[in-house]
Each structure stands twice: as structure tokens, then as C-alpha cells.
């Protein structure tokens, strides 16, 4: 599988964003997709996920900011993100991983995209 995301963008605190990341090959909707992101000078952290079936997963710090979708046609998912936040700024990194339940950790997620960056200004 490759990822491709996109959409990211400078944005003003408040403001709302839409990551997108499209997939290539057929299994698609077979996978569990994330999301993931990478402040400067910090680690790599889990932002959401969504199984295969369509469950979704926040990390706190997103929970009620944020949105995760799919759609299987497209072999798309989606990243809404909302009531922006500077400490939100970071490259956002989309992931594939095996179906079952859905995990924050990156080691479940066996392809990564290139990243999107995303800056939200005070």
C-alpha cells in the first residue's frame, strides 16, 4: 500500500483543516487507518484511527476537535480537524495497518505516508 497525504496548510488558531490521504492497491478497505503526527523537536505522536469497519479512536488531546472518515470507493481517508490550536502545529503522518481492533501504537501500522504539514499560527 502507498499514502499519499495532502491538505495540509497555515491555518489561524480556531480555524478548521481537512487532511486528506489516498491510497493505492485494491485491499484498501481491508486496512485499519491513522493518523499520526510529529511536532518539531518532539516525537512522533497517534492522533486518530479508524478500523476497517468504520470505529474511530482519539487521542485526547484531539477528542472533540477532530474527525476521522473513510471512503472505501476512493481508497481515501480523511483527517477533519477543528478549533485549531498553535500546540497543534506538526507534520501529520496517515498510516495503514492490519485489520482488527484499532491502536495508537505505530507499531501496529505497517505503511506511512510522506507527511502533510500543518501550521496553525496564534
Known amino acids: 500500500v502507498q499514502l499519499q497525504a495532502s491538505g495540509g496548510g497555515l491555518v489561524q488558531a480556531g480555524g478548521s483543516l481537512k487532511l486528506s490521504c489516498a491510497a493505492s492497491?485494491?485491499?484498501?478497505?481491508?486496512?485499519?487507518m491513522g493518523w499520526f503526527r510529529q511536532a518539531p523537536g518532539k516525537e512522533r505522536e497517534f492522533a486518530a484511527a479508524?478500523?476497517?469497519?468504520?470505529?474511530?479512536y482519539f487521542a485526547e488531546s484531539v477528542k472533540g476537535r477532530f474527525t476521522i472518515s473513510r471512503d472505501n470507493a476512493k481508497n481515501t481517508v480523511y483527517l477533519q480537524m477543528g478549533i485549531l490550536k498553535p500546540e497543534d502545529t506538526a507534520v501529520y503522518y496517515c498510516a495503514a495497518g492490519p485489520g482488527g481492533f484499532i491502536d495508537s501504537s505505530s507499531r501496529r501500522y505497517d505503511y506511512w505516508g510522506q507527511g502533510t504539514l500543518v501550521t496553525v499560527s496564534s
Open positions: 492497491g485494491r485491499t484498501f478497505s481491508a486496512y485499519n
Open positions: 479508524i478500523s476497517r469497519r468504520g470505529s474511530t
